[in-house]
DNA sequence: AACAAAAAACAGACTGGACTGTTTGTAAAA
DNA sequence: TTTTACAAACAGTCCAGTCTGTTTTTTGTT
């Protein structure tokens, strides 16, 4: 996952452009844009918030520094496209994992699931959070975050809309933020200290009473029952 | 908060010492250290984990460069000494709700609405959870965090024994650290999205999942009617 | 009890390094 | 030829750790 997605290193003959004409300045400059933010996650994780540098994600890319600060003028930049980058990766493992599928056909333990595993549970997410709890002093970032976030949240509360299907909304988005929380929280405590053999357990319990709660507030005849058997088989 | 705690403020005249003699020393030592990982917090919690700095410290403890270096030598060294005093403030405050009272006689209700708004809900838990991310990456710093730590945590886990009797030590375990995942998520929640509105309510509904499941897992008559009849007159 | 020597508390300057944002310069594309 | 992409050096700032110097306690000795 490193020289892969550059399609136009730099020093890469001329000769070499499989499609030149119209478009190319633009497709050169996302392709750049799409390396610096992937160097930005990298390093993110690498070394945290804190001792994160522009000069260790140009360097990370491959990249001058003049080519780094050409396309994310501030370090406030370069962070919010790392940030949307995650996001459009999410977003791409969640496809990948469910396509276009109704997720009222998705069993909820098969989504929880999948969120851990693809998103919480990577250090990512922990920089993520790094990233948010930064934000909590720096009025423009955290402003920028938010924004960020907001058409994706939006999104997000869709996708549990069809998951859940309570009627009460206020109860959904209740039990939705609630798991938002103890997933956040799982990842807190894997990344401090360093061991994720709980977090299994914690996943199982929380899956066993989420599906009660569900019971509950969507009664429909056999969904626990269902979701007790499908636990055999999880979603590929 | 400034001055109270300074009964040897730099500048004070000899003829003032309220105690002279043995013991002075440490005293002062003492006082000085408290007053540098209070003034750590402060900055913490104010500028962040990214933008802290050791003159930031000493500035607001209003000391100099040299008495800091003198206590804490090494920017870890502070951040540890901060971290510690925010445990004991958090001692403190139980002491000072509870005070030596069996926990057993408390109403789960009670004691989780109390770590919400005394600990988890403040500004510096957060700031301790930036200490914990930034704990990712740096490894002595984290080594010696968790090393602060350990008997807290140990200590909880007894509390938690009297707070909940479970038959079951494991399930009382998982359901601590759910509690605790669920109420650090909550915390990152309310710093980031600035609106603690949902909380509260967040609160609610895992207190009432909460008595449903000590219930069951303690299987003591009437310990959730009790719960209830409870709720009308908290603990003060 | 007095006093000298050692140790601790504190003050402030210095050093070496590194970072962010800017600017000037060059090559490629429009 | 005008704009965009990239390159590289520059300027100003500031930090962590160290070191030297001063004051205040403590300790050891008589």
Not at 73 to 93: N, Q
């Amino acid at each position: 996952m490193d020289r892969t997605l550059a399609d136009e290193a730099p020093g890469t003959t001329p000769e070499a452009q499989p499609e030149a004409g119209a478009g190319k300045q633009a497709r050169r400059s996302a392709t750049m844009r799409r390396r610096l933010c992937e160097a930005a996650l990298d390093v993110l994780c690498e070394v945290g918030y804190e001792s994160l540098t522009t000069p260790m994600i140009a360097a990370r890319a491959g990249v001058s520094r003049g080519a780094q600060t050409h396309h994310f003028a501030t370090k406030t930049d370069m962070l919010v496209g790392a940030f949307e980058h995650l996001l459009h990766g999410w977003d791409e493992a969640r496809h990948a994992a469910f396509g276009g599928r109704n997720l009222g056909e998705v069993p909820f333990e098969d989504y929880l699931r999948f969120v851990w595993r693809e998103i919480f549970s990577k250090p990512s997410y922990v920089a993520a959070l790094e990233l948010m709890l930064a934000a909590r002093v720096d009025k423009e970032l955290g402003d920028r975050l938010r924004r960020a976030l907001d058409s994706p949240a939006s999104q997000r509360n869709l996708r549990w809309r069809q998951l859940l299907r309570f009627p009460d909304v206020q109860k959904e988005e209740q039990f939705q933020y609630m798991t938002l929380c103890l997933l956040r929280g799982m990842a807190i405590h894997a990344s401090f200290n360093r061991s994720d053999d709980v977090n299994e357990a914690v996943l199982d319990a929380w899956i066993e009473l989420a599906e009660k709660i569900i019971a509950v507030e969507r009664p429909e005849s056999g969904v626990v029952a269902a979701a007790k058997e499908r636990r055999r088989k999880p979603a590929g």
